[in-house]
């Protein structure tokens, strides 16, 4: 029998320090996040990061949460059930930190008779960080714990012609009401030594952009990549004008270099130099959660209106988006038949 398994990121149990901390622990000490020998990620985590970071965290957490609990956990059982409606198979929503585990959700699939796993990690874009962290941790599980289960991991879909509909028609939606000077694509950032990891040549990527334009089997792997041709592909489905959209990285940890320009620095460049109108969408993110609600909606848009600025929108994630949780069944009932 064939099941599916819905993965997103996750987020700490509760907003309290000591949830954010275990929560902050268990995601930083994964080597594909932090991607230093063991050693060096124990000091850098445990001695420095959660030291500080939790509380501070916390507070952020704080501003967003609801009364259900996480957003990215409320719209990720919201979508999960949508999607369970109408498949022709069980499905059940797992995340990689926190909770539901992905041993949790296996566990599950596995109890109704399921031998075959379609793994969907939610991400659009492949990175070390999200995407594969999910398929090498899934299949671990299996191998230690249930041998006889089959595993088929769902490739990043950035390039899937009905995703992108889905993506442009819901930001369209809110283009219509907004009608704003400027769109900036914002996408979560990782640190540039990602990039060249993930090169399967080993010799293409130059963190130049000249690469990423330049077809390469290196694309498959190539979450810079991979951004760039998202809001390639929403600016040709939507006709958007040259110059009136752009591409930008967020939530930068630490002093390494990450993808740039960073979002911060291009939001205050825009209402420095004349924008009013400004509207944000975050396409690395297929749920709302701290980095879109807080970060975007909430620090960026007070450091847009400080520097000039006078409408800053952000455009909601797919969450439980009717067309986006038909477009996962479908893609699910395609692979049962
Ligand atoms: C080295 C650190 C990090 C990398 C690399 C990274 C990549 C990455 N993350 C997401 C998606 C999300 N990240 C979220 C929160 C978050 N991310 C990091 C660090 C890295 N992320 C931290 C420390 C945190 C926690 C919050 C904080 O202290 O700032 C979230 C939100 C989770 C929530 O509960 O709402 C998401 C989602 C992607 C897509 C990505 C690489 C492409
Ligand atoms: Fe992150
Ligand atoms: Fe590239």
Request: with cysteine; charged share 25%; proline share 6%.
């Amino acid at each position: 029998m064939k099941g599916a398994l819905l993965v997103n990121l996750g987020s700490p149990n509760s907003t309290s320090v000591k949830d954010v901390k275990n929560y902050l622990d268990e995601f930083l000490m994964d080597k594909r996040v932090i991607d230093t020998p063991y050693l060096i990620r124990a000091f850098v985590v445990k001695g420095i990061i959660l030291n500080t970071r939790p509380k501070k965290s916390a507070e952020a957490y704080k501003k967003i949460w609801w009364p259900e609990g996480s957003p990215l956990i409320v719209l990720s059982e919201r979508l999960h059930k949508k999607v369970q409606k109408n498949s022709t198979i069980p499905v059940e929503l797992a995340m990689r930190y926190g909770n539901p585990s992905i041993k949790s959700g296996i566990e599950k699939l596995a109890a109704k008779g399921v031998t075959e796993i379609f793994l969907i990690p939610l991400y659009p874009q492949f990175a070390m960080a999200t995407t594969e962290t999910i398929t090498v941790l899934a299949s671990k599980i299996v191998e230690k714990d249930f041998p006889s289960i089959k595993i088929t991991d769902v490739p990043a879909f950035y390039n899937e012609p009905d995703y992108i509909e889905v993506l442009s028609n819901s930001i369209q939606q809110h283009l219509e009401l907004i009608k704003p000077d400027h769109l900036l694509f914002s996408y979560h950032g990782v640190p540039e030594r990602h990039i060249k990891k993930s090169d399967i040549t080993k010799s293409h990527c130059k963190i130049d952009g000249s690469c990423c334009n330049t077809p390469s089997p290196a694309h498959e792997f190539c979450y810079r990549h991979q951004c760039y041709q998202t809001t390639k592909n929403v600016a040709e489905k939507l006709n958007l004008k040259e110059g009136s959209y752009s591409t930008s990285f967020q939530s930068r940890l630490g002093r390494d270099p990450w993808l740039q320009p960073y979002t911060d620095q291009t939001i205050d460049d825009f209402a420095k130099n004349g924008i009013k109108n400004l509207a944000v969408v975050t396409p690395a993110f297929v749920s709302d959660c701290l980095e879109t609600l807080e970060e975007i909606g909430m620090e960026a848009k007070h450091s847009f209106e400080e520097n000039g600025g006078e409408n800053f929108s952000t455009i909601p994630c797919l969450n439980d988006n009717e067309e986006w949780a038909n477009t996962l069944c479908n893609w699910i009932n395609n692979w049962a038949k």
